[in-house]
């Protein structure tokens, strides 16, 4: 179904039931929805209406997934921006996903809209999800409306959620991981839904008992945080029952009860992929089995063919329910997703690897090494440059800018060029200087897998990690 008559149905079917669960109050699914009919109003006479993008500039609360419920009832295309991005970048974005109408503040309600969602079919469009910079510029991830039916369904069917159940998101609504496979699950199986605006490590499970949540998707940066504290004798004092992980973390579930599932996914494939089932174990690395099960997984080698089970290659994946394509670009051949993530196929599932880009994974955000090069390279102080990722145990990856300097090493007068072209978590952590022209492979790129192995993040400038157990983080 499309996603305006999931919702409408979810309605009819649950309407007591509390769907979205603040710290001011609890809506139900009738009271909400009344909320969003009247956004609608107010956006329809704004010139929304089926098949017009709409970019949404907001952080995640509930006005925001309001504008998205509206959306949806409208059979508009949501194109949800990060606010945290620069505002020439959040322009161009804006201007590329061709969005006349920008919602970057709560929206009054007007005449609410008819409960019988718009006309549009499963095959149009829902939404344009921006990537973080998994290539050399956000590329336009067009989500179909089915998807928000199908991954919906998919999530509870392999982790089985409940009517009972209340979904905690602490990713932002500009994310998949936010809408797809937090909201939509939350309304397939009738659950309630909270949000968070801003993760902290020392609210969290004050946040968890308040709101009585149980399940969660989070990145493994949000895992491994929450392990950062001293344990404590009410570690285990709390509802929740299961995490949904990228890999598993058996400290969090021996220190808090918890059941921790792996679970792999792109915004390229809705959220769809490879997931543990209950009673599946991870020890040998298994990220899991093809969730929906008709989905079609390939392991592909550099020359094209597939690999035999146990050898490396790239993970192919395609389901009806996955990306159209990129915005303004052919659509995916034979409706195959190319991952750029190296697997193998194991006995019961299938193993992450590596990856086949170059790119960052950040806690919760790709950095493109290539985006950051380019942004890097501006800079008059710098002759060369080549970014390369530095293990860490929190954030798993900390992007290092191995820099040649044109004169004397200045990494506070790069940072601070960068701060007004990048996003906050975009700007390196680390910055080495390197004593001569960069090592050059024969055909005269950067030699990256020597520089990564001269580089020394002790020795590099480092402007410290962003994170304390007692603040506010950014993942």
């Known amino acids: 179904m499309t996603a305006g008559r999931v919702w409408a149905d979810a309605v009819a079917r649950h309407g007591p039931r509390v769907f979205l669960r603040d710290d001011d109050?609890?809506?139900?699914?009738?009271?909400?929805?009344?909320?969003?009919?009247?956004?609608?109003?107010?956006?329809?006479?704004?010139?929304?209406?089926?098949?017009?993008?709409?970019?949404?500039?907001?952080?995640?609360?509930?006005?925001?997934?309001?504008?998205?419920?509206?959306?949806?009832?409208?059979?508009?295309?949501a194109v949800p921006l990060d606010p945290t991005r620069p505002e020439r970048e959040l322009r161009d974005l804006v201007r590329r996903a061709g969005a006349t109408l920008v919602v970057d503040e709560p929206v009054e309600g007007g005449p609410p809209v008819p409960a019988e969602p718009a006309d549009v079919g499963e095959d149009d469009p829902w939404a344009v999800l921006y990537t973080s910079g998994s290539t050399s510029r956000p590329r336009g991830v067009v989500v179909p409306q089915r998807a928000f039916?199908?991954?919906?369904?998919?999530?509870?069917?392999?982790?089985?959620?409940?009517?009972?159940?209340?979904?905690?998101?602490?990713?932002?609504l500009h994310h998949a991981s936010a809408t797809l496979m937090s909201w939509a699950p939350s309304v397939a199986a009738g659950a309630a839904l909270t949000l968070v605006d801003r993760f902290s490590v020392s609210r969290f499970w004050d946040l968890v008992r308040a709101r009585h949540a149980t399940v969660t998707i989070v990145v493994p940066t949000i895992a491994e945080l929450l392990l950062t504290p001293p344990p404590a004798p009410g570690d285990r004092d709390h509802p929740l029952r299961l995490l949904v992980t990228h890999y598993d973390v058996p400290a969090f579930r021996d220190r808090f009860g918890v059941e921790v599932r792996t679970l792999w996914g792109m915004t390229e494939t809705s959220g769809l992929g490879l997931t543990t089932r209950p009673g599946e174990s991870t020890s040998d690395g298994a990220v899991g089995?093809?969730?929906?099960?008709?989905?079609?997984?390939?392991?592909?080698?550099?020359?094209?063919?597939?690999?035999?089970?146990?050898?490396?290659?790239?993970?192919?994946?395609?389901?009806?329910?996955?990306?159209?394509?990129?915005?303004?670009?052919?659509p995916p051949v034979d409706g195959w997703i190319v991952s750029g993530d190296l697997v193998r196929e194991i006995?019961?599932?299938?193993?992450?690897?590596?990856?086949?880009?170059?790119?960052?994974?950040?806690?919760?955000?790709?950095?493109?090494?290539?985006?950051?090069?380019?942004?890097?390279?501006?800079?008059?102080?710098?002759?060369?440059?080549?970014?390369?990722?530095?293990?860490?145990?929190?954030?798993v990856e900390e992007a290092c800018a191995v820099v040649v300097w044109a004169g004397a090493a200045d990494p506070a007068g790069l940072r601070a060029y960068l701060a007004d072209r990048l996003a906050v978590w975009q700007v390196?952590?680390?910055?080495?200087?390197?004593?001569?022209?960069?090592?050059?492979?024969?055909?005269?790129?950067?030699?990256?897998?020597?520089?990564?192995?001269?580089?020394?993040?002790?020795?590099?400038?480092?402007?410290?990690?962003?994170?304390?157990?007692?603040?506010?983080?950014?993942?």
């Open 347 to 395: 006995p019961g599932g299938y193993a992450y690897v590596g990856r086949a880009k170059a790119v960052i994974k950040r806690g919760g955000e790709n950095i493109s090494a290539h985006e950051l090069e380019r942004a890097v390279a501006g800079c008059p102080a710098v002759r060369e440059v080549v970014v390369v990722p530095v293990p860490d145990p929190v954030f």
């Open 149 to 172: 039916d199908v991954t919906g369904r998919a999530l509870v069917d392999a982790h089985a959620y409940t009517a009972d159940d209340t979904v905690l998101c602490v990713l932002p």
């Open 25 to 77: 109050r609890d809506w139900t699914y009738a009271e909400f929805d009344a909320l969003a009919r009247a956004v609608a109003g107010t956006l329809l006479a704004r010139g929304a209406g089926p098949g017009v993008p709409v970019a949404v500039v907001l952080g995640s609360t509930p006005a925001h997934l309001a504008v998205l419920v509206a959306l949806s009832r409208l059979g508009a295309v």
């Open 289 to 330: 089995r093809p969730y929906p099960p008709d989905a079609r997984v390939r392991v592909v080698g550099q020359d094209g063919d597939d690999v035999p089970p146990g050898e490396v290659g790239e993970l192919w994946f395609a389901h009806p329910a996955a990306m159209t394509g990129y915005h303004g670009e052919p």
């Open 428 to 475: 390196p952590r680390y910055v080495a200087t390197w004593p001569g022209p960069l090592p050059k492979l024969a055909n005269h790129k950067v030699d990256r897998r020597r520089v990564a192995a001269g580089v020394d993040p002790a020795a590099a400038d480092d402007r410290g990690p962003r994170t304390h157990a007692e603040e506010d983080v950014d993942v």
